[in-house]
């Protein structure tokens, strides 16, 4: 029996005579004429049931209802008091489909991450204004959910109100996202000694809240080392790969050992990361591991280390299979070296998911 298709909500045609005089409705994702509106909320229009459907799988389906009170006008919200309340739902609003388009861009969703987005970008406006600094993480994530979709144009347009924007703030870390978001550009368009010049901004501004060790400026090393990889220059690679990885090494065996000290807590208080963090960590990781498994070099060290990060990430997350996979490739590679200092820490991780099981 096959199952039953789910229904991406509801709409019904836009009846013209229910309209005040001269009210045009436009779609929420194209602004063009609406025909078609949300039969749940009734203030959200869209030009085709696609565009709906799209919305709905994007970020309406969560903010539907949230939507009737900044949208329906009443003598209430017309009174100081209703547009400070208003205000704030605009503000969750703004934090939820924040979070809701970043989640679905780590998971390389662009074309469902741009409903999100671009309501953020649309609600930021209303609550902070146009030119303000509050408006750089909206332009980055429209940029960024852009950029996965191939419109390279509209993302460059986006980052570059960012810039505007960002003038005005000393916070370094508003500078560390735009120049990561700018140097991600510039390699998709090939423009890699920009990308270069971006991503060593992005390192200056991260390590300068961080620090030079933090996972986060170790992000930019990592980027900065694919753009060294497109151009051929390996030496680079390894040693950038290679300090990525130590520092991410430390980090998650700190995670490692608070759980361990703490075995009576269950994984999912134990997690360190969301959904969205752990694919991109993941990617990270994996990237480097065929790198090093695809060397001519073939880095044992390197790879029981990469490995081992990836099988302690995923132990953390729960997901037992994956972490033994990753824990075998780690302690094959650390017994091509004898005496290795990850061996024992590889087996231990290794007996831990064996008791779990």
Same mark, same amino acid.
């Given at each position: 029996?096959?199952?039953?298709?789910?229904?991406?909500?509801?709409?019904?045609?836009?009846?013209?005579?229910?309209?005040?005089?001269?009210?045009?409705?436009?779609?929420?994702?194209?602004?063009?004429?609406?025909?078609?509106?949300?039969?749940?909320?009734?203030?959200?229009?869209?030009?085709?049931?696609?565009?709906?459907?799209?919305?709905?799988?994007?970020?309406?389906?969560?903010?539907?209802?949230?939507?009737?009170? *900044?949208?329906?006008?009443?003598?209430?919200?017309?009174?100081?008091?209703?547009? *400070?309340?208003?205000?704030?739902?605009?503000?969750?609003? *703004?934090?939820?489909?924040?979070?809701?388009?970043?989640?679905?861009?780590?998971?390389?969703?662009?074309?469902?991450?741009?409903?999100?987005?671009?309501?953020?970008?649309?609600?930021?406006?209303?609550?902070?204004?146009?030119?303000?600094?509050?408006?750089?993480?909206? +332009?980055?994530?429209?940029?960024?959910?852009?950029?996965?979709?191939?419109?390279?144009?509209?993302?460059?347009?986006?980052?570059?109100?960012?810039?505007?924007?960002?003038?005005?703030?000393?916070?370094?870390?508003?500078?560390?996202?735009?120049?990561?978001?700018?140097?991600?550009?510039?390699?998709?368009?090939?423009?890699?000694?920009?990308?270069?010049?971006?991503?060593?901004?992005?390192?200056?501004?991260?390590?300068?809240? +961080?620090?030079?060790?933090?996972?986060?400026?170790?992000?930019? +090393?990592?980027?900065?080392?694919?753009? +060294?990889?497109?151009?051929?220059?390996?030496?680079?690679?390894?040693?950038?790969?290679?300090?990525?990885?130590?520092?991410?090494?430390?980090?998650?065996?700190?995670?490692?050992?608070?759980?361990?000290?703490?075995?009576?807590?269950?994984?999912?208080?134990?997690?360190?990361?969301?959904?969205?963090?752990?694919?991109?960590?993941?990617?990270?990781?994996?990237?480097?591991?065929?790198?090093?498994?695809?060397?001519?070099?073939?880095?044992?060290?390197?790879?029981?280390?990469?490995?081992?990060?990836?099988?302690?990430?995923?132990?953390?997350?729960?997901?037992?299979?994956?972490?033994?996979?990753?824990?075998?490739?780690?302690?094959?590679?650390?017994?091509?070296?004898?005496?290795?200092?990850?061996?024992?820490?590889?087996?231990?991780?290794?007996?831990?998911?064996?008791?779990?099981?």
């Amino acid at each position: 029996m096959e199952a039953s298709p789910r229904v991406l909500g509801k709409a019904s045609k836009i009846i013209s005579l229910a309209l005040p005089k001269g009210t045009e409705k436009l779609c929420e994702l194209c602004q063009k004429t609406a025909h078609l509106q949300c039969t749940k909320c009734r203030v959200t229009f869209y030009c085709d049931a696609e565009h709906q459907q799209a919305d709905w799988v994007g970020i309406h389906e969560r903010i539907c209802q949230m939507l009737v009170t *900044i949208r329906s006008p009443t003598v209430l919200s017309l009174q100081q008091a209703g547009c *400070i309340q208003s205000q704030l739902v605009k503000a969750e609003l *703004i934090e939820m489909c924040r979070l809701v388009a970043q989640s679905k861009l780590s998971e390389g969703k662009h074309q469902e991450a741009l409903p999100a987005a671009q309501f953020c970008l649309r609600c930021s406006k209303d609550v902070h204004g146009p030119r303000s600094v509050q408006m750089v993480p909206a +332009y980055l994530l429209l940029a960024e959910a852009n950029m996965g979709m191939g419109n390279l144009a509209w993302a460059a347009e986006l980052l570059s109100q960012a810039e505007w924007a960002a003038l005005k703030s000393s916070d370094h870390m508003v500078h560390q996202r735009l120049h990561r978001c700018l140097g991600r550009l510039h390699t998709t368009t090939g423009n890699l000694e920009a990308a270069l010049f971006n991503f060593a901004n992005d390192i200056y501004f991260a390590s300068e809240e +961080y620090g030079l060790d933090s996972t986060v400026t170790r992000g930019g +090393y990592f980027l900065m080392a694919n753009v +060294y990889a497109k151009l051929g220059r390996l030496p680079i690679v390894r040693s950038f790969y290679s300090e990525v990885a130590q520092t991410w090494h430390c980090h998650l065996t700190k995670l490692l050992n608070t759980h361990v000290q703490n075995v009576q807590s269950p994984y999912t208080e134990m997690e360190p990361y969301d959904e969205a963090q752990r694919v991109e960590v993941d990617e990270m990781l994996r990237t480097m591991l065929e790198f090093e498994q695809n060397d001519s070099r073939k880095d044992s060290a390197q790879i029981a280390l990469v490995a081992h990060c990836l099988a302690i990430l995923w132990f953390l997350a729960g997901d037992s299979l994956k972490a033994l996979g990753f824990g075998n490739t780690a302690l094959q590679a650390s017994q091509l070296i004898p005496n290795h200092d990850l061996t024992e820490p590889i087996q231990g991780l290794l007996q831990l998911l064996h008791t779990a099981r």
